[in-house]
């Protein structure tokens, strides 16, 4: 393992430190919350919301800051403090991993006066805070994308996977539906649909050839979360489909490795 720093911070000199934003966005959505930072832990949440996806290496930089600003916008809204002054923010980013792409939220922070303070933290960091003792162990992510994490108790840390899914994300929500749909793709091209996995996933998708399928997929606005969408199926589908067992070994396969 390789000394690495855990979050890229920015400070003011403010001491307010009442209210607080923590940030959780991914492939598939964007989750906000308003926390009321006075007072014994657990702390009080005022507000929270969700938006659409927030991972900057999948849907682009601009779509990224979008999302998370309305995310928090509306958390504060639903709160009722849309315009109290927020000590410190807490942005845990899939695809924010690198010191350049977490400078560069730090620096956007800045611009829209997220909060007094910034930490820019990697997505897999409140896994292990939530998770294992002294923030120190093993984390997965198996979520629209896949990858591992592990940080030991003298700071070191090590991160396997999380190419994207153009390149990797094995045992990944959008690896999973995406066999899933080969696999239909195929049943439908060779008469035999039989009565699990694929059948189920006509049904859903409302589709009876693989015309209409393959349309279905590349005309969805959000077509990575259109096919990551399709694993919980592969999870609870009855029948002899050999792709669930496979599917379901490759996840297997990813957590042990």
């Not at 899914?165 to 091209?189: F, K, V």
């Not at 049904?203 to 693989?210: E, F, N, R, S, Y």
Request: aromatic share 4%; proline share 3%; with cysteine.
């Amino acid at each position: 393992m390789q000394p690495a720093s855990d979050a890229v911070i920015s400070k003011s000199t403010s001491t307010d430190r009442d209210l607080i934003v923590v940030v959780d966005t991914g492939g598939t959505k964007t989750a906000a919350r308003l926390v009321d930072a006075k007072g014994p832990s657990p702390h009080r949440v005022l507000g929270e919301s969700r938006t659409s996806a927030g991972n900057p290496l999948s849907v682009g930089f601009e779509k990224a800051t979008k999302s998370i600003y309305d995310a928090i916008g509306r958390a504060r809204q639903a709160a009722g403090f849309p315009e109290e002054r927020v000590s410190r923010a807490v942005l845990s980013i899939a695809g924010a991993a690198n010191r350049e792409m977490a400078d560069r939220f730090i620096a956007w922070c800045g611009t829209v006066h997220i909060a007094d303070e910034i930490a820019i933290v990697s997505d897999v960091l409140p896994i292990l805070a939530a998770g294992t003792p002294e923030c120190c162990g093993v984390a997965l992510i198996s979520g629209t994308g896949s990858s591992a994490f592990g940080r030991a108790a003298d700071g070191r840390t090590k991160r396997c996977g999380g190419w994207g899914y153009l390149l990797g994300d094995e045992g990944s929500g959008y690896a999973i539906g995406r066999g899933a749909l080969q696999h239909t793709l195929r049943s439908l091209e060779a008469g035999d649909i039989g009565q699990g996995l694929a059948a189920k996933i006509i049904a859903t998708l409302g589709v009876k050839t693989v015309t209409q399928l393959t349309r279905s997929i590349y005309g969805n606005g959000d077509a990575r979360h259109a096919i990551a969408a399709i694993a919980p199926m592969v999870c609870t589908a009855e029948g002899g489909d050999d792709f669930r067992g496979q599917a379901l070994a490759d996840v297997s396969s990813f957590e042990a490795a």
